[in-house]
């Protein structure tokens, strides 16, 4: 809580409710986030100390109460935007306590009129009803979870809503030029994030495609409207296919999935099995492992293990919540390793663990095409996919060695995007494009990267705060074998600054 005061402009006005089973203001009315302010607050925080119940119905109702007073006595700003931060690390057990009943009083005294954002400690919060709480309020939820890193996970949270550009933006698009359209309305538009719709078109005139955006900024209303600018794979990646195939198909059925998943948690029975029939038909179609679906991986079966099938399940929140409960507070407050470890070969990855002078080795098979996400850092945009390659032969139903072929690598903050294939390497960065090939030797440098080629076919990336990583081309030995192919093997040399939410395959 401190740190998200230590945060706040001096522009902003502010207000603190302490609850357990009592519910008691720092102030009646909001106040200035002066220096002197924020001092002041900061000492009343500390002071504060769990007493046992928790009524989270009446605190965010009082909150609500004291947004509105404020608001009809002009005591904040025409143009500011309304929002509420709940902080909890319990189960409602005071006052009202059914979920569905708190849901429903918030969000008929809100009216949307604010925004709610819910942030839940620990494994023993109720984080279900603080997701639905949070959509049905304009608003997001966030588990804050147990280690020494909770006060950077909270300035991040309050870094993402704080700033808010624009409110009740809305995308409109020629009404017969498309369907199946993604969500165009929403609710803000912070600094830093973006806004992605995707849809079909009715018809492939793209030359003629309006798009309208309107919003509400601090200092006025914004309308714009333009045609779209389409820029055409084929120029970025020619005689190539992209390493994510059908991206933009791709990226339509996961947002509309996962918008549907969202409509299922807070619409009425009817809606919410039709939502759900329509999340796992397109779940099943797109081959997206969903709460919905499963993800079958079937091992060949030798004479010493006779394997059946394992099935992967993508886990809700409540599951992955229950798993961290099991984990047991030893786990949780080991210092959490921010290691990358290497792949290569057919293709096999070598994995460092914490705390232990061992490695976790396995391989991968799979089908030449299939991409799979290596690396990926929300916090900075750093990400790694590599796309599978075979022997030039391959034999459907039989075992086949495969190998990494091509990686693709961004970096979101830095403008960065690296697509590196065992026949050259593409650099896009700050608009500029370098095509390196394996046979140079030579550097791309600036204040943000250090990209280093040599004709021993290594190319070595240091990017400014976050990694240093190399990519090797590995050519093939055996000349009488004709089916061999090159290929690449990816080696993390220093991942220390990647946040401690890295996932991925080797993440």
């Known amino acids: 809580m401190v740190s998200i005061l230590k945060d706040l402009h001096e522009d902003d006005h502010f207000g603190i409710i302490q609850f357990d089973d009592r519910i008691s203001n720092w102030k009646e009315h909001l106040t200035r986030a002066t220096e002197e302010n924020i001092s002041a607050a900061s000492h009343f925080v500390k002071s504060i100390k769990a007493r046992g119940a928790t009524d989270i119905n009446g605190a965010v109702l009082s909150a609500v109460n004291m947004l509105k007073r404020e608001r009809q006595n002009d005591n904040v700003p025409e143009r500011s935007v309304d929002m509420i931060i709940l902080l909890t690390d319990g189960n409602p057990s005071f006052g009202e306590t059914r979920a569905e009943k708190i849901q429903e009083k918030v969000r008929l005294a809100n009216a949307g009129a604010m925004s709610l954002f819910s942030l839940g400690f620990g494994n023993d ?70 806004i992605v719709v995707a849809g079909r078109l009715n018809e492939n005139d793209v030359e003629n495609f309006l798009v309208e955006v309107s919003g509400q900024g601090a200092e006025g209303d914004l309308h714009k409207q333009w045609k779209a600018d389409v820029v055409s794979w084929d120029v970025v990646y020619p005689d190539e296919e992209y390493i994510f195939g059908d991206f933009t198909e791709r990226l339509w059925a996961y947002l509309t999935i996962q918008q549907l998943l969202e409509k299922s948690d807070i619409s009425p029975q009817p809606e919410k099995d039709e939502a759900i029939a329509r999340a796992l038909n397109i779940s099943l179609q797109y081959s997206f492992v969903t709460p919905l679906t499963s993800m079958v991986v079937t091992k060949p079966e030798t004479e010493e293990t006779g394997r059946s099938p394992s099935i992967a399940d993508k886990l809700t929140e409540d599951q992955r919540q229950q798993a961290e409960r099991n984990r047991g507070p030893t786990a949780a407050s080991r210092t959490r ?62 075992k086949n060695n495969t190998y990494f072929g091509r990686f693709a690598v961004t970096h979101r903050k830095l403008g960065l995007q690296l697509d590196v294939s ?71 040399l220093d991942s220390h600054h990647l946040s401690s939410s890295v996932h991925g395959l080797l993440g």
């Open 337 to 398: 390793a921010r290691g990358v470890g290497d792949v290569d070969g057919d293709p096999h990855f070598i994995i460092e663990l914490p705390d232990r002078e061992d490695a976790l080795c396995f391989n991968i098979n799979d089908r030449p095409g299939t991409v799979y996400n290596l690396v990926r850092d929300q916090k900075s945009g750093f990400v790694v996919n590599g796309q599978i390659v075979s022997k030039k032969t391959f034999t459907p139903q039989a």
């Open 125 to 194: 919060v109720d984080y279900s009803l603080l997701d639905v709480l949070s959509r049905e309020n304009k608003g997001i939820a966030r588990r804050i979870f147990e280690g020494s890193d909770a006060v950077v996970q909270l300035k991040g949270f309050y870094e993402e809503v704080s700033n808010v550009l624009l409110s009740e933006v809305d995308l409109r698009y020629p009404d017969n030029g498309v369907s199946a359209l993604t969500k165009n309305r929403y609710s803000q538009l912070f600094s830093g994030s973006e």
């Open 422 to 492: 065992t026949d050259h390497i593409s650099v896009f960065h700050n608009g500029k494009h370098v095509r390196l090939q394996w046979s140079d030797t030579t550097s791309v440098k600036d204040d943000s990267l250090d990209i280093r080629l040599t004709n021993s076919c290594s190319l070595t990336v240091s990017l400014r705060h976050t990694v240093k990583f190399r990519i090797i081309r590995h050519t093939k030995i055996w000349k009488k074998y004709h089916d061999q192919q090159d290929y690449l093997g990816f080696y993390t």
